[in-house]
């Protein structure tokens, strides 16, 4: 079955520094990757998304993500972060062949202090 | 104003009561889902739907039930069977890529509480 594992829960940080969650997933096929984020308050939204191409893909506020093929992993990234980053933090993962089947890990939720 | 209304809020049941949360899309989106999201879970599949009259059961269905009659509407119901009803639910809608999900986009969920 497939699955997606965050390494990381809970994550603090100080404003400036720089930031990286794991994102690792289980399946062997073409896959579509995302990262939702949620703010304190507000509806759960799409961060940035990769299907195909450049495996370096570029998201809204700053963050990145890399795909490495040959590791399953999805990292998202931000070189410095600010108070508003503070939100909890999704990747998600869905398997060409299984249709609209997408499947969440279980969230990291990040805290910046100002 | 475009996008996904969840009503209610919050919901409060007695144990043995089946509810229904309701979900209405006006993006046009052809397809709908419905999450529950649990503290350190993340978000779990209870039922999907690609089109009009057709549902699918996610990972978690047991206990509940879902119907899709409008293109607008995917209402989830949470039946007595449901052993641990509790929990915050999230309903979303993509539009169609061809065979595959593109971005969900989501309402602000309900938060049910069974007494």
């Known amino acids: 079955a497939q699955s997606v594992s965050q390494h990381n829960h809970h994550v603090i940080l100080s404003e400036a520094a720089s930031l990286e969650l794991g994102c690792n997933y289980s399946?062997?096929?073409?896959?579509?990757l995302f990262w939702y984020v949620q703010y304190p308050g507000q509806h759960l939204q799409l961060l940035l998304k990769?299907?195909?191409?450049?495996?370096l893909v570029k998201g809204i506020k700053g963050f990145e993500a890399e795909f490495i093929k040959s590791k399953f992993s999805f990292n998202l990234r931000k070189p410095s972060v600010q108070w508003s980053d503070t939100a909890e933090y999704f990747c998600?993962?869905?398997?060409?062949?299984?249709?609209?089947?997408?499947?969440f890990g279980a969230g990291t939720r990040l805290f910046v202090k100002a | 104003d475009g996008g996904i209304t969840q009503s209610p809020k919050y919901l409060f049941r007695k144990e043995g009561q089946n509810v229904t949360l309701s979900c209405e899309q006006n993006?046009?989106?052809?397809?709908m889902y419905w999450y529950r999201q649990d503290p350190g879970q993340g978000l779990r599949l209870i039922y999907y739907?690609?089109?009009?009259?057709?549902?699918q059961k996610g990972d978690i269905a047991e206990g509940y039930s879902v119907s899709r009659e409008k293109k607008e509407s995917f209402p989830l119901t949470v039946t007595s069977a449901q052993k641990n009803p509790t929990a915050f639910y999230l309903c979303?809608?993509?539009?169609?890529?061809?065979?595959?999900?593109?971005?969900?986009?989501f309402g602000p969920g309900t938060r049910l509480t069974v007494l």
């Open positions: 979303a809608s993509s539009i169609q890529s061809g065979r595959i999900a593109d971005t969900q986009y």
């Open positions: 399946y062997g096929g073409t896959v579509n």
């Open positions: 990769y299907f195909s191409g450049d495996p």
């Open positions: 998600a993962v869905n398997a060409r062949t299984g249709g609209f089947k997408t499947i």
């Open positions: 993006l046009n989106h052809d397809a």
């Open positions: 739907s690609q089109i009009v009259n057709d549902f």
